[in-house]
């Protein structure tokens, strides 16, 4: 009986360590982040913009064309996707605050993988912040997700001896500090030009260094089951990309933003400085600034797009080298929108859709629907759990958003009727609900009794670019006051897919 019970036990241990056994078949995650990304990529139909390689992504996997942040900030963005709660329940607002302050005990993301037997890595900006001791530090960084220590590289942005030269300048000012060694700035967070060209290889840039590391990651990872999250600085400011990036682009060819006026009628309180570039940067002091300042940030912003994506595609081939893409679900996000200049406006932190809404794009193993657009409206508290369902993990209870695993196998099947996004733009709060056909956007007062102070309301049926806010209409007072009660319905009242339509041939006869 003995010799019987170790033979099982033998043949148990056998199996379970071979090859297409339940553990060998787990899938991995790859987790790809970028930072103020917006969907202007081939793969949604941006002709203009060079990403092959998100394209051939894309081409693997389904391509999300109404996909929306729940608050258009680094920080509150991530914090809301990592956790999949909303703003609301995580208490982030800004780009300091961590998500353990209010929900301490919360399991994010990364952490779900690792509690059940995921070795979890990240390198770069996965939560906000992305150098060790410049900027945020490690202030925004939650050791709990990860098995092993969170890569973050050097803050060091310039790279030309003009760019260098400003920068050391900057610094002794900004910090108040001689330099005592010419590379001291290096250390420190340093906004000198917005845009440079510089003659190097890619891995002399951050994002080109951290693929090296994840490529090496991804070798030493085969063989277990792994969540490897890669979050790439570009295309956020300043604009810096190797110059074979920029070649790519006539500068005279880049187009003017357009519209280039804010919205008519738009409130005040919806608008901001674009305080992101002016004043921030040495070369961009002037508002407005000039055509040619205009084309050169846009060439810049496509330039980054495109050395990203170069990246990426070294990224996937890598994966493909180590015969592990059809075991690997992928997912590809931007933290959030960004205004190049529409709308009046430079960067994010507003409700308009330039900043709500971002790319994201989910290739998994085994769904039937690749190489297709999805066009249903999905937010990023959704991420969250359909990565859990995809890869056979339980979803968390605390979870505020719905996995659309679903939509990866049937994109044009009915889906959930609203998205919300939210700001805060000093004392008022804007909130937005974002339906098939509409934005409805309300302002109050972030202080009670919340006086409403503004309302916007975009058609994007007949006015797809936010040309007028249309809220003040009088025939279009009716809809106002219907879209303000689903607003104060609250997100779980949109939160569940609607029903499937049952096919007339396919019902039960009596």
């Known amino acids: 009986m003995k010799r019987c019970y170790l033979l099982f036990l033998l043949a148990v241990l056998v199996l379970g360590a071979a090859p297409g056994t339940a553990e060998s078949r787990r899938l991995n995650v790859l987790f790809i982040a970028l930072d103020d990304l917006r969907p202007e990529l081939g793969c949604y139909g941006q002709a203009h913009i060079h990403s092959p390689n ?10 999300f064309n109404r996909a929306y942040c729940q608050y258009s900030v680094c920080n509150p963005s991530r914090a809301s996707l990592m956790t999949g709660l909303r703003p609301d329940s995580t208490g982030v607002f800004d780009n300091r605050t961590h998500f353990r302050r209010k929900a301490p005990d919360v399991v994010a993301l990364p952490q779900q993988f690792k509690e059940h037997g995921y070795h979890t890595q990240a390198f770069g900006k996965i939560y906000h912040g992305a150098f060790a001791t410049a900027y945020v530090g490690r202030r925004c960084d939650d050791p709990p997700s990860w098995s092993a220590d969170h890569w973050y590289g050097s803050p060091q942005y310039y790279f030309s001896p003009q760019g260098i030269e400003i920068a ?128 050169e940030l846009r060439h810049g912003y496509y330039a980054c797009v495109s050395f990203v994506d170069a990246q990426i595609g070294r990224l996937l081939a890598e994966l493909d080298r180590l015969g592990l893409r059809e075991n690997t679900i992928i997912v590809l996000w931007g933290d959030h929108g960004w205004h190049l200049g529409e709308q009046s406006l430079w960067g994010k932190h507003t409700d308009f859709e330039l900043d709500a809404r971002a790319p994201l794009i989910v290739s998994a193993p085994s769904r039937n629907k690749t190489g297709t657009k999805c066009n249903a409206l999905v937010e990023f508290v959704d991420i969250f759990p359909s990565l859990c369902e995809l890869a056979g993990l339980p979803i968390p209870s605390h979870v505020e958003g719905t996995s659309f695993a679903p939509l990866l196998d049937a994109p044009d099947r009915p889906w959930k009727t609203a998205a919300f996004t939210q700001v805060v733009h000093g004392p008022a709060a804007g909130r937005s609900l974002r339906t098939d056909r509409y934005r409805f956007t309300r302002w109050q007062t972030t202080k009670p009794p919340n006086q409403t102070v503004a309302v916007e309301l975009y058609d994007y049926l007949n006015d797809p670019v936010e040309l007028e806010n249309i809220a ?6 009716a809809l106002v006051k219907e879209l303000a009660a689903k607003l104060d319905a609250g997100w779980r009242q949109h939160q569940q897919p609607m029903p499937v339509p049952l096919d007339k041939s396919s019902r039960p006869t009596r």
């Open 472 to 477: 003040s209409r009088p025939e279009n007072a």
């Open 168 to 295: 050391r300048q900057v610094y002794a000012k900004k910090f108040h500090k001689p330099l005592t060694d010419p590379d001291d700035w290096k250390q420190e967070f340093v906004q000198g030009l917005s845009t440079e060209a510089p003659d190097v290889p890619d891995s002399t840039l951050y994002d080109g260094e951290m693929t090296d590391r994840a490529i090496r990651a991804l070798g030493e990872l085969k063989g277990k089951p792994f969540f490897l999250a890669v979050g790439y600085l570009k295309p956020h400011l300043p604009f810096v990309a190797p110059k074979k990036y920029w070649d790519l682009y006539n500068r005279a060819e880049v187009k003017l933003p357009n519209p280039s006026t804010a919205p008519k009628d738009a409130p005040a309180v919806a608008l901001h400085n674009s305080g992101e570039l002016h004043g921030q940067y040495t070369d961009m002091r002037n508002d407005p600034l000039s055509e040619a300042q205009a084309r």
């Open 54 to 63: 998100i394209d051939r992504l894309a081409a693997r996997g389904v391509v």
